[in-house]
C-alpha cells in the first residue's frame, strides 16, 4: 500500500502562523523532509515535536527524489517543509511533488503561510487578478522578462533579497516607468513588519536611502 506525501506550509515569521492540522500531522508522519534542520528544528522543539528531521533542499533533491518515492511507494507516511512559507514557492518541493504522483503517490498539501499574499492584500493594489514572478533572474535573461511583463496588465509580485532589493526597483523602473505605482513588504509577520508605497522611482530613492533588512515582497500595478 502507498504512503503520502504531505506538504506542510511553515511560518514565516511569528511561530503562531501555523494550523492545528499542521502541528498534527508533523507529528505523525514517520520523518520530515525539511530544508534546512537547523533551522526547523527550532519550530519542532517549540510545538514538541520529535518527528526525525531528514535534509531536502535545491543542492540534494535531484539525488535523493527517487529514493524518497520508492519510501513512499512502500507506505512511508512524509511531510515536506521549507524553512519558512510553502513547499514549491520560490522553494523546493516540486520536484518531488511532481515525481510522487508521476510513482502513484497520494500529494497533499495544506493551506498556510505564504508571503506574497499577505503582501499583495496590504499593498492596496488590485488583487483579483494578479501574476507571481517569484524571483527575477539575477543576470542572464533578466533584462529580457522586464521587457515582456512591461505591458502586463495583472498586478505583478516579486520576490527579493535586501542585497539586490535597490537594483530591482531601479531595473523595474527602467522597464515599466518611473511612476509606475508599488508596494515593498518586508519582513511580514515579524516584529519589524512594515510596506512601503509609492512610485517605483520613489520606493528606489527610499532604499537607498534607508538599508534595506530582510526579505522583500514587491507589489507592482499592472499596466494601464
Request: charge should be neutral.
Amino acid at each position: 500500500m502507498n504512503g503520502k506525501l504531505y506538504l506542510i506550509p511553515t511560518p514565516i515569521g511569528n511561530l503562531e502562523d501555523i494550523t492545528l492540522r499542521a502541528i498534527r500531522l508533523l507529528k505523525e508522519v514517520d520523518y520530515i523532509l525539511a530544508e534546512d534542520t537547523r533551522t526547523s528544528a527550532k519550530l519542532l522543539q517549540h510545538y514538541n515535536i520529535s518527528t526525525p528531521l531528514r535534509s531536502y533542499h535545491m543542492h540534494n533533491e535531484h539525488k535523493l527524489t527517487e529514493k524518497l518515492v520508492e519510501e513512499l511507494q512502500q507506505g512511508r507516511q512524509l511531510a515536506l517543509i521549507t524553512d519558512a512559507g510553502t513547499p514549491a514557492i520560490s522553494d523546493p518541493g516540486f520536484l518531488l511533488s511532481r515525481e510522487a504522483i508521476k510513482g502513484g503517490i497520494a500529494v497533499e498539501t495544506l493551506p498556510g503561510a505564504t508571503a506574497f499574499v499577505p503582501a499583495l492584500v496590504n499593498s492596496g493594489l488590485p488583487a483579483h487578478n494578479f501574476a507571481f514572478e517569484g524571483f527575477l533572474p539575477v543576470k542572464k535573461g533578466r533584462k529580457t522578462r522586464l521587457e515582456e511583463l512591461a505591458s502586463e496588465k495583472r498586478t505583478l509580485i516579486f520576490y527579493e533579497s535586501p542585497y539586490r532589493v535597490v537594483k530591482t526597483l531601479a531595473d523595474l523602473a527602467a522597464a515599466f516607468g518611473p511612476d509606475r505605482q508599488a508596494s515593498v513588504s518586508r519582513e511580514i509577520s515579524k516584529k519589524f513588519e512594515e510596506t512601503s508605497r509609492g512610485s517605483l522611482e520613489e520606493l528606489a530613492e527610499h532604499f537607498k536611502k534607508n538599508s534595506p533588512k530582510g526579505e522583500f515582497v514587491i507589489c507592482v500595478a499592472g499596466s494601464a
